[in-house]
């Protein structure tokens, strides 16, 4: 196993990417249902916790992993990888102010505020603490109201978003149509290109929310593919497990700006 295969979670990956920037017309008027959808989901999903397998890809290298995943509410984050025999590869536990990542792989531990550039270098995934919180919850990162209607989206049981993004590009969000529920969530830079793709699949019902039990994340920019299958899911407990971690003495933590 080389080290870097696991250096925080080269996430998620992208099966099919959908050619969104095909279609052109908008309906200024129709982002209604996803924003009721996002506006229960931000109210009812108080916390999840999830125990789930992992098969993560990077520039042609497989190798699989166990991830025990904690959110509470979208106030912070926690994950913790592991190899064989149980063997703690890497723990992340992050808020909209700080994020504490340790890599046990190399023994060392980083340390800074979440922004997408800095996240970026640790994770090799361009996302904010906001966003990856937003998309681990299956949900669109920003504000739903911001998202417009592409009315000559060519399928019955579908409905294509998209919105202009704060750093240039364009951000698409495909939904079912009958519940709202997101399909997939991707985005393109100012190019064209794709720099994040996430795909929901297997959405199950728990605590009356519904909740995917597949999730596939890629950045293909960086060949980076991983697919997360929840074997356990729990929802709207009492969080008992600190999510924050100790760094060991032995090792110095980076801080970045």
């Not at 984050?77 to 025999?85: K, N, V, Y």
């Amino acid at each position: 196993m080389k080290q870097y295969t696991f250096s925080i979670f080269h996430l998620f990956s992208l099966i099919v990417i959908i050619p969104f920037l095909t279609y052109a017309s908008t309906d200024n008027s129709s982002s209604m249902l996803l924003q009721e959808v996002m506006k229960a989901r931000n109210t009812d999903l108080k916390s999840i916790e999830m125990n789930a397998d992992l098969t993560v890809t990077m520039q042609g290298q497989t190798n699989n992993a166990q991830c025990e995943f904690i959110m509470l509410g979208k106030d912070s984050l926690s994950m913790h990888i592991t190899g064989p025999f149980g063997f703690s590869v890497a723990k992340l536990f992050a808020s909209s102010e700080y994020f504490l990542f340790l890599d046990n792989l190399q023994g060392r531990a980083i340390e800074g505020i979440p922004n997408a550039d800095n996240l970026s270098k640790v994770t090799f995934i361009p996302l904010s603490f906001n966003d990856y919180v937003s998309l681990l919850r299956a949900e669109i990162p920003g504000n739903a109201a911001e998202y417009i209607r592409l009315s000559d989206y060519a399928d019955s049981n579908s409905i294509l978003y998209k919105k202009p993004h704060s750093l240039g590009g364009i951000e698409f969000v495909l939904c079912s149509k009958t519940d709202g529920l997101i399909k997939q969530y991707q985005r393109k830079n100012a190019e064209g290109i794709t720099e994040i793709s996430v795909i929901y699949s297997g959405y199950q019902q728990y605590d009356s929310i519904m909740i995917p039990k597949n999730v596939t994340l890629s950045v293909p920019t960086k060949e980076i593919l991983m697919k997360i299958e929840a074997q356990i899911i729990k929802v709207n407990n009492n969080i008992s497990t600190a999510m924050r971690f100790k760094v060991p003495s032995s090792i110095n933590i980076l801080k970045m700006e």
